[in-house]
């Protein structure tokens, strides 16, 4: 035993030290481990946002411009033909990337900041306050989601800001209650008390004591919460009550052509155009599931295999 | 009396060699680094060391398991003729449960809570088709007796909440005894529990072990406990063998510095010093949880200035409350707290900064009372901006300051709690609490999450602070050696009322009442037949 000192001393006590990494070397190990699926769904998403942000660069046509030839077949000027009115299908893909990420995006983040704020709160505080919340959460999903904001974007008009808030506001309540039910595990912790106990403000609890050790779970309902408003402006759009004309939306496109499906027997590829910016939302979806998982199986601890 | 597989003396379980690496940061290290342990029938081997020696880890490899992150990866584990490293899954199953059982710490997540606690005392038995269901559950409710629960008949009938954690742990004794296994690991079993439960459970425990005759090894860090059940003790550290010897051979004479080292910790001692000069009194408090549940009556306490009280008694007797109300978080129903000769508001949040810095807390588990994503630096760094405004520069040394106060070095500052030994979250803790130059830390249970050896440390630590910096404690614990490193005054508590107040040497020298005699009388000492004694004088 010469490695180790026989008299005590606090400072030789054994912890496991970790070694010191950045957030970028931690990211590189983890993605030399990460499964197909995660690579696969990385690159969707990488391919989506560069398409997203770059769209006037890339669409060959502007999104709103009319060509005289409506229902052009595929090939020759227009990639995937043009639509009822002559719009070219392929520009108004790629400008549909960008609203309708764009939107989702923004949406996603109001609803956690909605419900994310008040489940913190709730948590917190206890009591009435969040006896309160709660019951309110729970009258709000007791409603049928898309029904209700259906009638709520008929009553004030479905401009992208109201969409924006009404879905913000209806799919807050799941990040209300996840945000609650992970931090109570966490305000019961005595570094909690602790921090009461030094007389801190009820702002800083949240921020510096809670919301560092609830993230994982908080980032990977904001992946599946962004894919389920996705796909619910994309249903809002097809029912004519989302994003309007004559900005590109998947949605509305799939409405839109929907009914070139019914030429398969003449023309393959003319039945096949509706199903583009259907794929499109699908392929999204799925992509962003597989790295949601990922995620999570990273920093949920689980070490299998070994 | 010979066991139905061999007789007494024969060996039943000799580990060689045996090595085990875990896999964590993405590395295997290794925890178990060539141990040698043979162990006959009848034989009752402790385990005893630090945490982080490898005594859990070793108790397991015993049975041939290991836990998932883990892998044996060199030597034999040789049971009854079977080499249990290279046998299947199979094969140890069969063995797993009857012939060799495991008592875990914590009976209480041990106990499937939806099961009556016979069908689960019989349950192995019956898998392995070792008796019928009649036969088993009649042994069952014999062994109840014999470990002395109360109403052995029926209460096998009951649901694992239904019985205290004292009962639960002998129930698991029962559990593990069942089919007549040759081997019973015990690991920690009494360390959740109570003295005076302990004590209940250790008589029984041993009393069965020795009429079956089987064999054991007692994992545990508390050698009063160890030296009362086990036949020899092995020492272990940092994964390797310190010293094998007979128990009273090790007692007598120990070889090793190591050895030595923990057996003079429960030798601190503090002598009092009487004081009149009261910082903080509690008079005439009553508190109840929800309004309703009355936890604490007619509560008086006096805590003179520069010293340190202790509060002693079992789990529900009410310290910790008492720490609630003195902080706040508890109003009472009835009475005050007064300090520095003012009335403190009763509600946390009508009290002023100043009141609240001076009084300062420190928890049993440092584990929780630590964020695990904030750094060190900004733990202890966090009450010297609040209080004292402090920042960058300044803010910066101050802490270094108080690390060199706390026996730590620089190479602490941004380490996350996670990468710190216990005894180590404990002390950045006591520095959190002394940042915010406070007049009077409550300790609630601050060493008993700890190995004697670094409980002696923080002790000493906790001294030197007081002597330096004259500040008060107030002392919540259930270890009378800990009384007795650190304590100018005792109170002793029981079910949620005042038993008596005074100097350590007065509650210590009889005459006592009847609590406080039980409850010294509980307190295992290094003798090994301090036990044996007790049993008889009761």
């Known amino acids: 035993m010469t490695d180790t000192p026989q008299a005590y001393s606090a400072a030789a006590e054994i912890g496991q030290i970790r070694e010191r990494r950045t957030w970028i070397q931690i990211a590189k190990i983890e993605l030399k481990k990460a499964p197909y699926s995660a690579w696969f769904g990385l690159i969707v ?111 004030f008009g479905s401009s992208i800001l109201s969409l924006i808030m009404i879905i913000a506001v209806l799919d807050s309540t799941r990040v209300f209650r996840l945000t609650r039910s992970v931090s109570v595990s966490v305000v019961v912790m005595d570094y909690v008390e602790a921090a009461k106990l030094r007389g801190e403000k009820l702002g800083w609890i949240m921020r510096r004591e809670i919301l560092p050790n609830i993230m994982p779970p908080l980032i990977a309902e904001f992946g599946l919460r962004f894919s389920f408003v996705f796909l619910t402006i994309a249903a809002l759009s097809f029912l004519g009550l989302g994003i309007q004309p004559p900005t590109a939306d998947w949605g509305s496109m799939v409405r839109d052509n929907a009914s070139m499906i019914q030429f398969a027997k003449y023309d393959l590829t003319a039945a096949l155009t509706p199903m583009i910016p259907a794929g499109a939302i699908a392929l999204l979806t799925v992509a962003v599931n597989f790295v949601v998982d990922w995620f999570l199986h990273i920093t949920s601890g689980l070490n299998d295999e070994h | 009396m010979s066991t139905k597989h061999g007789k007494k003396g024969d060996i039943l379980l000799e580990m060689k060699d045996i090595r085990i690496d875990g896999f964590s940061d993405e590395r295997w290290h290794k925890i178990i680094k060539g141990i040698d342990l043979t162990l006959h029938r009848g034989e009752v081997m402790g385990l005893i060391g630090e945490s982080g020696a490898g005594k859990s880890t070793l108790g397991l490899a015993s049975m041939g398991f290991t836990k998932p992150g883990c892998k044996i990866t060199f030597g034999s584990v040789v049971f009854d003729g079977k080499d249990l490293v290279t046998a299947s899954e199979d094969e140890k199953r069969s063995l797993w449960g009857t012939r060799i059982a495991y008592v875990a710490q914590s009976a209480a997540a041990s106990f499937n809570p939806a099961h009556r606690l016979l069908n689960q005392t019989v349950e192995a038995s019956l898998n392995q088709n070792l008796q019928s269901r009649d036969l088993a559950e009649a042994d069952a409710r014999n062994l109840y007796k014999q470990l002395q629960l109360p109403d052995p008949e029926n209460i096998g009938d009951r649901y694992p909440h239904q019985v205290s954690g004292g009962q639960l742990q002998r129930m698991m004794t029962a559990m593990a005894m069942s089919p007549r296994p040759d081997l019973i690991i015990f690991d920690e079993p009494t360390t959740a529990l109570d003295v005076t439960t302990q004590v209940e459970v250790l008589v029984a425990m041993r009393a069965i072990v020795e009429k079956f005759n089987t064999a054991a090894l007692y994992i545990t860090h508390d050698l009063a406990v160890v030296a009362q059940m086990a036949d020899i003790i092995k020492v272990l550290r940092y994964g390797k063998e310190v010293e094998e010897a007979d128990t009273r051979k090790m007692l007598k004479s120990p070889k090793e510095e190591y050895t030595k080292s923990l057996w003079s910790v429960r030798a601190l001692e503090k002598a009092e010093a009487p004081s009149d000069d009261i910082i903080l009194s509690i008079n005439n408090v009553d508190a109840a949880y929800n309004g309703s549940l009355k936890v604490l009556h007619d509560v008086n306490i006096r805590i003179p200035r520069g010293r340190t009280v202790a509060v002693v008694g079992e789990s529900g007797s009410g310290k910790s409350t008492t720490a609630r109300v003195i902080t706040g978080l508890l109003p009472p129903m009835v009475g005050n707290v007064e300090f520095n000769g003012k009335t403190l508001p009763a509600e946390l949040k009508d009290r002023t900064k100043d009141q609240l810095q001076r009084i300062q807390m420190i928890y049993q588990s440092a584990d929780t009372a630590m964020n695990p994503r904030q750094t060190i630096a900004e733990i202890i760094g966090r009450p010297l901006e609040f209080y004292h405004g402090l920042s960058g520069m300044q803010k910066q040394d101050r802490v270094l300051e108080l690390l060199k106060m706390i026996e730590l070095d620089e190479s602490f500052y941004d380490r996350f709690p996670s990468e710190l030994s216990g005894g180590q979250k404990q002390r950045v803790c006591i520095a959190r609490a002394l940042a915010a130059d406070p007049e009077i830390i409550i300790c609630d249970e601050v060493t008993s999450a700890l190995d004697q050896i670094v409980q002696e440390g923080i002790l000493k630590l906790l001294l030197n602070l007081q002597k330096d910096y004259n500040i008060t404690y107030l002392f919540i614990t259930h270890d009378i050696a800990v009384v007795n490193a650190i304590s100018d005054e005792i109170v002793v508590m029981y079910q949620g009322a005042v038993i008596e107040q005074g100097l350590k040497s007065e509650i210590m020298s009889p005459p006592h009442p009847e609590y406080t005699q039980l409850l010294l009388n509980s307190v295992p000492e290094m003798d090994p037949d301090w036990l044996t004694k007790l049993v008889k004088f009761r």
């Open chain 1, 45 to 155: 998403i990488a391919i989506y946002l560069f398409v997203a942000i770059f769209a006037p660069l890339l669409a060959p046509h502007g999104e709103a411009e009319i060509f005289p030839a409506s229902f052009a077949p595929w090939g020759g000027d227009f990639v995937f033909g043009t639509d009822q009115i002559g719009r070219d299908i392929f520009s108004r893909l790629i400008y549909g990337a960008r609203n309708t990420i764009g939107i989702a995006l923004a949406t996603t983040l109001l609803s956690f900041a909605i419900g994310g704020s008040l489940g913190l709160i709730a948590a917190i505080s206890g009591g009435w306050l969040d006896q309160l919340l709660s019951r309110f959460v729970d009258v709000l999903m007791a409603i049928p989601g898309l029904i209700f904001a259906l009638m709520l974007l008929t009553i």
